[in-house]
Structure formats: C-alpha cells, structure tokens
C-alpha cells in the first residue's frame, strides 16, 4: 500500500507548484519603447503575457508585437528572418524558427490587446523583442527564468 501510495503524493505536490501561474503586463506607443524590459519567473510556471499597444492615433498607431525567443538565439539573426516574413505579421513560420521561439505575441495596433501563454522552460535568459521592421534594437527585452 505504502508503495502505492508515494507516488500520488509527490504528483499532488508538483501539480500545486505548477499551478502558480503568472501574469506579466508590457505595453508599448507610438515611441517605439517596452513599459518593460525585464522580468523574472521561475522555471516550470504557466505564464500569460499581456501585451497592450496603448498608441492613442487607432490605425495609424505604430503597429508592434512580441516575439519570445529561446537561450542561444539572439535577437539580431531571428530579425533578419522576421523581415521575410510580412504576411505573417512579420513571425517566420518555417520549422527552425518555431523551434528558436517560446512563442510570439501578435501583431497589434492602437488601442489593442493580445496575450500569448506558455511554461516557463529551463533557467536562462529568453530574449524578447518586436519583429515590426526598423523596431528590434529599440524594443526589446529579456525574460529571465530562475531554477525552482
Ligand atoms: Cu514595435
């Protein structure tokens, strides 16, 4: 019994952790900037990302999204393919690109919102950055997850 046992105790305590979602809000106008450029979770915990574009000109705001990027893959090589990508909201759909993505938000303008939801993976530091052309190297950021 006891052997029988162990088991559903340890998965009661793993899915409790896990159940510590977070929430992280970023919002950016028409000055090409993120509210934020920095966040912390920790590894292993469901994470919403709310992403407002608060340009107040509706469609003639400045467009932007996020795009979360994996350890290793830098924000500079991931633009450039980003770039080819226009019809999709300028994300790249080929295979080794969704593989270098946590996952993206989508393009948005003026006064719209958009979320993207993932789990945080192994620690280290997961670059963020808006794909929309001529706005990487002034919008973007990192997330950095922590070892439980
Ligand atoms: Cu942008």
């Not at 292993?44 to 003639?60: I, P, R, S, W, Y």
């Not at 963020?128 to 919008?139: A, L, T």
């Amino acid at each position: 019994m006891r052997g029988f046992l162990a088991p559903i105790v340890f998965l009661a305590a793993v899915s409790a952790h896990a159940a510590e979602a977070v929430k992280l809000e970023l919002s950016a106008d028409d000055r090409m900037v993120f509210s934020k450029t920095k966040f912390e979770v920790v590894s292993g915990q469901k994470v919403t990302l709310v992403f407002k574009n608060t340009g107040t000109k509706g469609e003639k705001s400045m467009k932007h999204n996020v795009v979360v990027l994996k350890p290793g893959t830098t924000i500079v090589s991931f633009a450039v393919k980003c770039l080819a990508a226009a019809e999709t909201g300028y994300v790249p759909t080929d295979k080794e690109s969704k593989e270098q993505m946590v996952g993206h938000v989508k393009l948005i303008g003026g006064g719209q919102t958009a979320t993207m939801t993932f789990t945080a993976g192994e620690p280290g530091e997961y670059p963020f950055f808006c794909s929309s052309p001529g706005h990487f190297d002034k919008m973007q950021g990192k997330i950095i997850v922590k070892a439980k």
